[in-house]
């Protein structure tokens, strides 16, 4: 399992990344194949300061991708929150695992890949250019790119996915069709299904 914590807008000390780490590494007891945690701490501009310090997780494992936010006036209790929240969306996601009825996917596991982009900061700060002249926003660019298998599920499956992540969609191998989806949840509150046509 791969740990990478980054800092942003903060100066990331030796001691606030071991302790990201320590309590964020717990969580490989819960499943055998997690390829990836990315943390993010940093410190937000915001009126309320008792929600400035922000700690970010996103855990990349075998098939599922959990993601949890949490702020407050102190780095090491939005940790430790996070830690808190991953742990309870996990064990939530293994009980709903449990009561779905036992399917056989049809296809091995395919690799996609996921990719994390950055409007590149310049001297100037914000994504501004110092020097005049010069554009005044910079583009996003790639700043780490991965490969991880994503595991053939059911749509109902996926769903499941994308109510834990709580985004707006989410890509997936369907284990019916061996095809690439995407399913998305819809104004109303239901699930639409893309499925590509060859």
Known sequence: MQL????????LSKALKDYAEKKLSAIKKYFDHIIEVDVTLSVDEVKDQTRSKVCEVTVWANGI???????????????????DKIERQVKKYKDKQRDLPRRQPNKEARLATHTVLEIAK?????????????????APRIVRSGTFPMKPMFADEAAQQLELLKQGFFVFSNAETNQINVIYKRSDGNFGLIEPEY
């Open 4 to 11: 990478v914590v980054t800092g942003k807008n903060i100066h």
């Open 122 to 138: 310049t001297k100037g700060g914000k994504g501004k250019e110092a020097t005049a002249g010069a554009p005044a926003e910079q």
């Open 65 to 83: 991708v959990l993601r949890a936010k949490k702020a407050s006036e102190d780095l090491y209790a939005s940790i430790d929150m996070v830690a």
